[in-house]
């Protein structure tokens, strides 16, 4: 094996490139290792021009191997890998919106980056992914523009960790994923705690200072091992498609991007005359209908940018920091919904529904990265065909209904109640009704309003938004060159498809709780998205307005359809005891009470599931189970034993709920036999009398009802009566 290493630090681990021969075929490979953690990339690019297709084709696979974790997983009947995960799509969801806008456009041969995860202890493999991916094309002959650099940065207690392990993001008040290149940033993941604006940007500060520092270790690994890329020159365009255009077009596209409708219906509409009148020209029937729907789309683009930038204009006539009509309602739907969310924004419509289970109801987690982990908050988003005015397939998922799943669950799980508080788990379903821009941010807004109406108690309302940004190049008089841009809140239609960036902000009014970054450019400066983050905060405050006047608070108590939840607490040496052989217990008391489900945590926290006063019963029955008995403590019991020395009452269910009533505690007074006063059934009153040093239970009759023996006929006996308790057994 020929063997090449490369090796830098990284928040304070090495980091090693190694290019060997091991994956030769492909145009660019790389095994990246960081601490323990290692991922091969691979980067291939197809030899054959596609010309049926008017986009680049890239495909970006994050494959999970079980191996990779050390662990034999999967289910009992299927020991290998099979679908990927939701966290699969999502890391390879993060490569592929990193490196795809570094590509040039125009070319039509597949690409497919593989990373493929052969080694996983604590470190993230997502910001290694993202380097590996960098390396592997960087170092290959495919046309790219990278390399790119990607970190985590954590903060906890207001101290930042670069690249934390898994551990540290657990506890972590933030967790950024960033990516770029030459002081930009191209791509952010973002989860946090309700931080500040400020604390934000210092992270994204942080990210570019360490990208740097990569980026420069990576170009000293390109100048000597990249190989000189394939040509990938733009096609020039026949000289009659651009005479066509001026001649009779050029002064169309404007009045169709700025017709201030909340659409795109007028440039689709220019885009069908344009592409009929290019099919009478003779010269240019041969001309491929990506070739003709490109040439539009990028006037519409070059169009749309230069009136933000000069004209100071939006396709819909708004203001740069307006914000579309904005609904809200919350329930209404039906009560048979455990609680509901509307939530429009100009044409995006989203309807949220919530359902509350028991904690038996949560989604068993077990991939690579979380073994058996029990996920009891979860939203999931459906995109129907429809929503876009579209007509397709429906059914199942796909990476970007996946993503943008995550990312609304993402900005509302900093609000979710904690298990002790609310031991409910919540699914939210989000059907996006009508989309015209950011549904999953609409999602966010739709999703606290079921939340709210279905009494789940979180810490705050939580919205969102999207903002974007239009630029144009510039030149001074001295010859410098630089950027004009325009920051747009609340991107739709056009601005979404043609703009810059794609910069989603969700989060309280206290702080931000997710962002998410995409962009069709090579990067966003930081001062760009400072100021993003700040009109962010201004219109989610909007939104929250919006959101609070319909309902300001949780309601009080959750749906009467919902389950009822009762939780308890037992000693962890209890538990054996509430199961029972075999389950024999615990099923006894589902089948007795009618519980839905009881659940049992290794810390002795029990919950229990339930409707119609089921659960309160189940709660009685473990009680009494795991009481713990104390002297002075009387009950009604009942008599189960006797024997010449006394007799045994049972005053509970559990094996050790059985206590002596000596013969000298019956009656005040001597009594010849026990057997005079109580036989095996009766129903007696009892008080603890003691627990001796060994556990056992001492019961008197007479300190709680010293006329028993007196009702029952009986008199004082001047025989002998025996005053010690034998060791028997119970």
Request: net charge negative; glycine share 10%.
């Amino acid at each position: 094996m020929q063997t090449k290493k490369f090796e830098t630090v990284v928040g304070g681990k090495p980091m090693v490139a190694e290019f060997t021969d091991l994956a030769e075929q492909a145009n660019g490979s790389v095994l990246l290792r960081y601490g323990n953690t290692a991922v091969l990339a691979t980067a291939v690019m197809s030899g054959r021009t596609r010309d049926d297709i008017d986009y680049f084709p890239l495909t970006v696979d994050y494959e999970e191997r079980f191996y990779a974790a050390g662990a034999i997983l999967g289910s009992r009947f299927m020991r290998r890998e099979g679908r990927p995960s939701d966290q699969a799509i999502l890391s390879g969801r993060v490569v592929d919106r990193t490196i795809r806008p570094l590509f040039p456009q125009h070319i039509r041969n597949e690409v497919q980056v593989v990373i493929t995860v052969l080694a996983l202890d604590q470190e993230d493999p997502d910001q290694v992914a993202v380097n590996a991916a960098s390396l592997a094309l960087a170092t290959s002959d495919i046309p790219w523009g990278g390399p790119v650099a990607a970190v985590r940065i954590g903060q906890k207690d207001g101290q930042p960790i670069i690249n934390p392990t898994y551990q540290e993001r657990e506890a972590a008040e933030l967790d950024v994923l960033a990516c770029g290149k030459d002081g930009t940033i191209n791509m952010i993941e973002v989860g946090a705690q309700e931080a500040d604006e400020p604390t934000v940007a210092s992270a994204f500060g942080l990210a570019v200072e360490e990208h740097n520092k990569l980026l420069a270790w990576q170009q000293k690994i390109i100048q000597e091992l990249g190989k000189e890329k394939l040509p990938s020159e733009k096609p020039e365009l026949p000289a009659a498609l651009v005479q066509l255009f001026e001649s009779e077009f050029a002064d169309k596209v404007s009045p169709a991007v700025f017709c201030g409708a909340p659409s795109k219906e007028a440039i689709y509409a220019l885009l069908d005359a344009w592409k009929a009148r290019v099919a009478e020209v003779e010269e240019l029937k041969d001309l491929k209908p990506g070739v003709i729907k490109r040439f539009l789309e990028d006037k519409v683009d070059e169009e749309i940018h230069r009136g933000a930038v000069e004209d100071n204009k939006r396709a819909d006539n708004r203001r740069f920091d307006e914000i579309r009509p904005l609904f809200a309602k919350a329930g209404g739907i039906s009560d048979v919904l455990h609680g509901s969310g509307v939530f429009y924004r100009g044409g995006t419509h989203v309807f949220t529904a919530l359902t509350l289970g028991g904690p038996g109801d949560s989604q068993v987690i077990d991939t690579m990265e979380e073994h058996d982990i029990k996920k009891r908050f979860i939203h999931h988003y459906n995109f129907p065909p429809y929503s876009a005015g579209e007509t397709g397939r429906m059914g199942g998922i796909n990476r970007r209904a996946t993503g943008h799943g995550a990312l609304a669950e993402k900005a509302l799980a900093a609000v979710i109640p904690p298990a002790e508080q609310f031991p409910y788990t919540i699914r939210l379903v989000s059907e996006c009704f009508a989309s015209n821009g950011s549904t999953s941010m609409g999602s966010a807004c739709a999703g606290t309003l079921a939340l709210m109406d279905g009494g789940v108690p979180i810490k705050a309302p939580v919205a969102g938004i999207a903002m974007g940004v239009m630029s144009s190049p510039t030149r001074s008089r001295d010859g410098v060159e630089g950027t004009k841009y325009k920051i747009l809140t609340d991107i739709q239609g056009p601005e979404d498809e043609f703009g810059g960036m794609d910069f989603k902000v969700a989060g309280t009014r206290k702080g931000v709780t997710a962002i998410q970054l995409d962009i069709k450019l090579d990067g966003i400066p930081l001062p760009v998205l400072v100021e993003a983050l700040a009109g962010a905060k201004a219109a989610r405050e909007q939104i929250l307005t919006v959101i609070e006047k319909e309902i300001s608070t949780p309601r009080a108590q959750i749906s009467s359809r919902a389950p009822e939840i009762l939780s308890m607490k037992i000693k962890p040496d209890q538990i054996g005891l509430v199961i029972g052989g075999g389950g024999k217990t615990i099923n006894g008391i589902r089948d007795v009470s009618g519980v839905d489900d009881i659940t049992i945590e290794d810390d002795g926290s029990v919950f229990i599931t339930g409707k119609g006063g089921t659960a309160q019963k189940a709660k009685v029955m473990i009680e009494s189970i795991v009481k713990e008995y104390k002297a002075g403590e009387v009950y009604d019991g009942e008599v189960t034993r006797m024997m010449d020395f006394g007799a045994f009452v049972r005053v509970g269910p559990g094996k050790d709920a059985e206590g002596l009533v000596h013969v000298s505690e019956v009656a005040p007074f001597r009594i010849n036999k026990v057997s005079d006063a109580l036989k095996v059934g009766d129903k007696v009153r009892v008080m603890i009398k003691e627990i001796d040093e060994k556990g056992r239970i001492n019961l008197s009759i007479k300190a709680v009802d010293p006329d028993f023996a007196s009702r029952k006929g009986l008199q004082p006996s001047n025989g002998p009566q025996r005053q010690e308790r034998p060791d028997q057994p119970r």
